[in-house]
Every structure is written in C-alpha cells, then in structure tokens.
Nanobody, 119 residues
Framework: VQLQASGGGLVQAGGSLRLSCAAS????????MGWYRQAPGKERELVAV???????DYSTSVKGRFAISRHSAENTVFLQMNSLKPEDTAVYYC??????????????WGQGTQVTVSS
C-alpha cells in the first residue's frame, strides 16, 4: 500500500487546514486509516483514526477541533483541522493499517506533510 499525503502548510492560529491522504495498491488489505503527528523533540502521536467507514477516535488534544473522514470508493482519508493552535505545529503522517480485536497487525506510512501554525 502506498500513501500520498497533501494539504499541509502555514496558517495563523484559529485558522483551518485540510489534509488528504490517498491510498493505492493493495487497499483491500487495510481497514483503518489515520493521522499521526510529530513535533520537534517529541514522539510521534496519534491524532485521529477511522476504522471502516465511520468508527472514529481522536486524541484528546484535538477532539472537537479536528474531524477525520474517509471516501472509501477513492481510498482517501481527510483530516479537517479547525481552530488550529501553535501547539498543533508538527509533521503530520498518514497511516493505513489492518486492525482486528483491538490489535494492529500491520501498517503503512506515507510521507509527512508539514503543518505550521503561527501565533
């Protein structure tokens, strides 16, 4: 599975950005797609994940501000980011995985896309 992410950029605090990630290849082997982020000097963390078409989970820090969605027919996942804060600044990575019984069996990563929020 190959993942192509896009949509990062520079935005002022309070603004919005929308990230997209298109999956290609053996997409039938995945059932979950999501976004992680890594800020300088910090570990990579989960931002949001969607399992199937509508089961979602969010990091506490973005809940209520970010929304993840999936266009299954086009194997694309979106992350709508609203009310952005400077602490959202990070490299955002698209992730695709096969999960079952609460366990991730394998995963794929896309290239990162930089999101910078100025104060």
């Amino acid at each position: 599975v190959q993942l192509q992410a896009s949509g990062g950029g520079l935005v002022q605090a309070g603004g919005s950005l929308r990230l997209s990630c298109a999956a290609s290849g053996s997409t039938r082997s995945i059932n979950a797609m999501g976004w992680y982020r890594q800020a300088p000097g910090k570990e990579r963390e989960l931002v949001a994940v969607i399992i199937g078409d509508d089961s979602t989970d969010y990091s506490t820090s973005v809940k209520g501000r970010f929304a993840i969605s999936r266009h299954s027919a086009e194997n694309t996942v979106f992350l709508q980011m609203n009310s952005l804060k400077p602490e959202d600044t990070a490299v955002y990575y698209c992730n695709a995985a096969f999960t079952a019984w609460g366990k991730k069996f394998y995963e794929y990563w896309g290239q990162g896309t930089q999101v910078t929020v100025s104060s």
